[in-house]
C-alpha cells in the first residue's frame, strides 16, 4: 500500500468555524507532512512531523495547528481563516528525515474554501 | 541556500512531439533531485528521482532525465509525447535542513499537448 489518503476532498468554511484536516498513511513512514498550494503555484511547506513530534513549523499562523496521534495519522486543525487561506492543503510522508531517499508521497489533498 | 529554476512556466506541444523541460539548481551542497507530476485536481506524484549512480534516468511512462553536475541541470525529456501527459511539471531537490530532509520545489512548468 503505497497511498496516503485525505479527508474531505473539499471543504467550505466560514471564517469563524473550526474545522479539521486529516490524513492517513500505512506505509510505516516516520516523517509526515502538511503542505499548501495555492493555483498554478509549488505546494508549500508548513510542518514536518518526524517520529509524532513537530520537526519543522515554517512561520506558519497560529490559526493552522497541526497533530500527529499517532505514526499513522495526521492532522491539522483550522480555526478562525481568512479568505487567503483558501487552497489545496496536500499531506505527505516519507520514510523519514534521516535516509537517503527523501521521496515523498502525497495524498490527492483537500481543497478548501473559505468565506 | 539551495533553489531551484524551472525555465519555462508553460510549454505547448504537438501530440507525439518530443518535449524537454528545463530545471536548473544552485546549491552548495549535495542534493537529490526529483520530478513530480500533478494532474488537474490531483496531488503529486513522483515521476522519477536522482539519488545517486547512473546519471540518466527513467520512469515508467517513457519520461526520462538526466543529471548534469557541471551545469547544475536536470532536464525532462520524452521522445512523443500524449494527450494524456498534459499537467504541471514540478522538479524539486532536497538536501539536509536542520535535523533532516526539506524539498525545495521550482515554481513548476505546464505542459499542454495538443492533439
Known amino acids: 500500500d503505497t497511498e496516503v489518503t485525505q479527508t474531505p476532498k473539499h471543504l467550505v468554511m466560514g471564517m469563524t468555524n473550526k474545522k479539521s484536516l486529516k490524513c492517513e498513511q500505512h506505509?510505516?513512514?516516520?516523517?509526515m507532512y502538511w503542505y499548501k498550494q495555492k493555483a498554478k503555484k509549488p505546494p508549500e511547506l508548513m510542518f514536518v512531523y518526524s517520529y509524532e513530534k513537530l520537526s519543522i513549523n515554517e512561520s506558519v499562523p497560529s490559526r493552522f495547528s497541526p497533530e500527529c496521534p499517532n505514526s499513522s495519522l495526521l492532522n491539522l486543525h483550522l480555526h478562525a481563516l481568512q479568505p487567503e487561506d483558501s487552497a489545496l492543503y496536500l499531506c505527505?510522508?516519507?520514510?523519514?528525515?534521516?535516509?537517503?531517499?527523501?521521496?515523498?508521497?502525497f495524498g490527492p489533498g483537500t481543497r478548501l474554501t473559505v468565506t | 541556500a539551495q533553489s531551484v529554476t524551472q525555465l519555462d512556466s508553460q510549454v505547448p506541444v504537438f501530440e507525439e512531439a518530443p518535449v524537454e523541460l528545463r530545471c536548473n539548481y544552485s546549491s552548495s551542497v549535495s542534493v537529490y533531485l526529483f520530478w513530480y507530476v500533478q494532474y488537474p485536481n490531483q496531488g503529486l506524484q513522483l515521476l522519477l528521482k536522482y539519488l545517486s549512480g547512473s546519471t540518466l534516468v527513467e520512469s515508467i511512462n517513457g519520461f526520462e532525465a538526466e543529471f548534469n553536475k557541471s551545469q547544475t541541470s536536470f532536464h525532462l525529456r520524452k521522445p512523443s509525447v500524449h494527450i494524456s501527459d498534459t499537467a504541471e511539471y514540478f522538479c524539486a531537490v532536497s538536501f539536509h535542513y536542520n535535523q533532516g530532509g526539506k524539498l525545495i520545489f521550482g515554481q513548476g512548468t505546464e505542459l499542454s499537448v495538443k492533439p
Open positions: 506505509m510505516g513512514h516516520r516523517a
Open positions: 505527505a510522508s516519507s520514510q523519514d528525515l534521516t535516509s537517503l531517499d527523501y521521496e515523498q508521497y
